[in-house]
């Protein structure tokens, strides 16, 4: 987990700003980013294709929420073709 520190507690609507802010902006437009409040801040939970674009979405909602302590939970799937045939009974 990777943790970005600020100042206090989230409101109960930046979850939702913060989701609508990846969804909508187009240079980004992630989806599968679940944000969840907790007491000293936000968890980031989900799965993205690249280190690149996980830390492109880290950056634009510490820049968005300076003083906000966020706790990445991202992960990043494997996006190359597999190396084995898989083999269906």
């Known amino acids: 987990m990777t943790e970005h520190h600020g100042g ?3 409101d109960e609507y ?3 700003e913060i989701q609508s802010m990846l969804a909508e902006d187009p ?3 992630e989806q599968g980013i679940t944000v969840v409040r907790r007491e000293r801040g936000l968890v980031l939970y989900g799965e993205v294709e690249s280190p ?3 830390e492109e979405i880290l950056r634009r909602v510490a820049e968005r929420f ?3 302590p966020i706790t990445s939970d991202i992960g990043v ?9 898989e083999e269906l009974p």
């Open 8 to 10: 206090g507690p989230p």
């Open 14 to 16: 930046v979850e939702a």
């Open 27 to 29: 240079d980004v437009a």
């Open 52 to 54: 690149h674009r996980r």
């Open 66 to 68: 300076p003083d906000l």
């Open 77 to 85: 799937i494997r996006t190359q073709a597999p190396t084995q045939v």
